[in-house]
Nanobody, 124 residues
């Protein structure tokens, strides 16, 4: 069984920063995709940042709204992904979800997992 556990959310003033963490644990052979999505009240879940790992070593996609402010990184040894969020604005307020597509074993079967979500609130 695989679990994704997020942490680091909270309340921050506009212009502030937060760092989210997503720790993947359990039967993990390889992580093919890891990323963050968010869902604001009354809106659909949207991609924030995602890394697709492969021969290139990983290509990161960012939503246009967060480019230049957010940065994704990963500690491979810990199977943990991070989302550094700077210059936060009220429109960044949402529940942030970690997502991973991975192989539990050396077979070609991929599975997708979601974390439970962590609330980020940007308000003065």
């Amino acid at each position: 069984q695989v679990q994704l556990v997020e942490s680091g959310g909270g309340l921050v003033q506009p212009g502030g920063s937060l760092r989210l963490s997503c720790a993947a644990s359990g039967n993990i052979f390889s992580i093919e995709v890891m990323g963050w999505y968010r869902q604001a009240p009354g809106k659909q879940r949207e991609l924030v940042a995602r890394v697709i790992y492969g021969r290139s070593g990983g290509m990161t996609d960012y939503a246009d709204s967060v480019k230049g402010r957010f940065a994704f990184s990963r500690d491979n040894a810990k199977n943990t992904g991070y989302l550094q969020m700077n210059s936060l604005q009220p429109e960044d307020t949402a529940v942030y979800y970690c997502n991973a597509v991975l192989r539990p074993t050396s077979t070609d079967i991929l599975y997708e997992y979601w974390g439970q979500g962590t609330q980020v609130t940007v308000s003065s």
